[in-house]
């Protein structure tokens, strides 16, 4: 084989990677396991190690969420034609491409458009591809982001776009968009004005209307990346003047699985100005020979790379399609009422957690923006860290919020969290801000 390649060794394959980084010495590898229930019982012995948020109090998010996830849910996509099948074309299709079919459309009434997408990989790569497509469609090159955006997605973003697209950030003012700033920087080089509503700190953005008409003035398209659970309550950013909404279906059925599922959904207008610069796959309904009958297929399938290769606008990639499915069984379960309840509810006990823990002593809340599930507090004043109040509480089995800054902590709370247990986290909290003062006076 060596030969027939022309290599002298096989240390010629890795020529190109500095020796520095090389081991130059075996792999450092424990003693085989003889038998398969010794495997077993390591396996098992390394995940007993973590401990999930049904163990704990958790108040912990930052783009995974501990919503409910119905025991329908589950059922369904287990079914083997669900489960099994990847791709679907080597396959029957045994009601696959009908059940994302009604995913995409019970999505599309959520958010009030008529074009959704069968799920990308996540939530950021359907962001990311929501600004390719309006810089692709402009022929322009900068996108200006007004909302404070989780980091692994700017990250994530930016790795994608940065070939194609700039990135300019403009720092909100209270929690959520600077708007005379963002748009004394639009102009003739504009592709998209970035949304996200809610923000990573939760706050959501009440400018969206004044945004959009700003971007529409010189030829931009507005992007808004959000998180549909709560559009049963709140105004779908379509109706504010959204061109492309995009973002994760995680919360809607999936569980969090120790990092997530998650699935990516770009939604447009039926406008085939955007439909035809997306990159995924859409199921559609269509009439058949037979009179009267109907099926489910791909719509405009030349527009993916399955057809163009690479001639393709980007490349499909990876298909959440399993994931569409679950959300659409969620969907189709709670119906109108039931995620109107659900927002309505989130949104109660958000705003309920921020008058028990923004009373504390020293504890302030970051901004005076509307939030949804997450919100930010500011412990300074406390004297206490975040970093030492989530490890005074971690031994209480209570994770209090995720550490975002030296003093200031990142608190979700969902339909999960009860009054009980928000009352549980303030006085938990009072309690670690109070003892080290004590213990700093007695010092």
């Known amino acids: 084989m060596l030969a027939a390649v022309g290599a002298g060794s096989t240390e010629d ?4 990677i500095p020796a520095s980084l ?3 010495r075996p792999l450092d590898l424990p003693a085989p396991l003889v038998a398969e229930q010794d495997l077993v019982r390591h396996v098992e012995g390394e995940l007993n190690h973590n401990v999930s948020t049904k163990e704990r109090l958790s108040f912990l998010g930052f783009g995974t969420y501990n919503h409910f996830v119905p025991a329908v849910v589950d059922e369904v996509i287990n079914r083997s034609e669900f489960l099994t099948a990847y791709a679907g074309e ?10 994302l079919f009604q995913y995409q459309s019970l999505m599309a009434e959520l958010l009030n458009m008529e074009v959704v997408n069968v799920p990308t990989y996540d939530g950021f790569q359907a962001t990311a591809t929501a600004l390719s497509m309006a810089g692709r469609i402009t022929g322009r090159r900068g996108v200006v982001v007004c909302s404070d955006v989780l980091p692994d997605k700017v990250s994530r973003v930016d790795d994608f776009v940065r070939p194609n697209l700039d990135l300019t950030f403009v720092p909100t003012i209270d929690g959520t968009a600077h708007v ?6 639009l102009g003739a080089d504009t592709a998209a004005v ?5 923000s990573c700190t939760g706050a959501v953005e009440t400018a969206i209307r004044q945004l959009a008409d700003a971007a529409h003035a010189v030829g931009a398209i507005l992007v808004v990346g959000t998180d549909p659970i709560g559009y049963g309550a709140l105004t779908p950013p379509a109706d504010q003047g959204a061109d492309i909404v995009c973002g994760d279906i995680q919360a809607l059925g999936l569980h969090q699985w120790f990092g997530g599922a998650h699935g990516g959904f770009i939604a447009v207008h039926d406008d085939p100005r955007f439909v035809m610069e997306m990159p995924s796959r859409l199921f559609g309904l269509a009439s058949t ?3 009267g009958e109907y099926g489910f297929g791909d719509v405009a399938y030349d527009r ?6 690479e001639e393709g606008k980007e490349w499909v990639g990876t298909a959440a399609a399993l994931w569409g499915i679950a959300a659409g069984v969620y969907l189709a379960l709670m119906g109108p009422q039931g995620m109107a309840e659900l927002a309505e509810t989130i949104l109660a006990r958000t705003t309920y957690a921020q008058a028990r823990l923004g009373a504390l002593a020293g504890v302030t809340l970051n901004d005076n923006a509307l939030h949804l599930r997450e919100f930010v507090i500011d412990l300074s004043a406390t004297g206490v860290d975040s970093r030492t109040v989530v490890d005074r509480l971690r031994p209480l089995a209570i994770d209090p919020g995720v550490v975002v800054g030296e003093y200031e902590l990142l608190v979700c709370v969902t339909e999960m969290t009860t009054q009980h247990d928000i009352d549980r986290l303030t006085d938990a909290i009072a309690s670690a801000t109070a003892s080290s003062t004590t213990q700093e006076k007695s010092a």
């Open 13 to 16: 394959f890795y020529a190109d």
């Open 180 to 185: 005379e700033a963002i748009i004394a920087l």
């Open 194 to 198: 970035w949304v996200e509503t809610p």
């Open 90 to 99: 080597p396959y029957e299709d045994h009601g696959r491409f009908q059940a």
């Open 22 to 24: 090389r081991l130059n």
């Open 289 to 291: 020979d037979v009179a």
């Open 304 to 309: 993916t790379s399955f057809a163009l290769r």
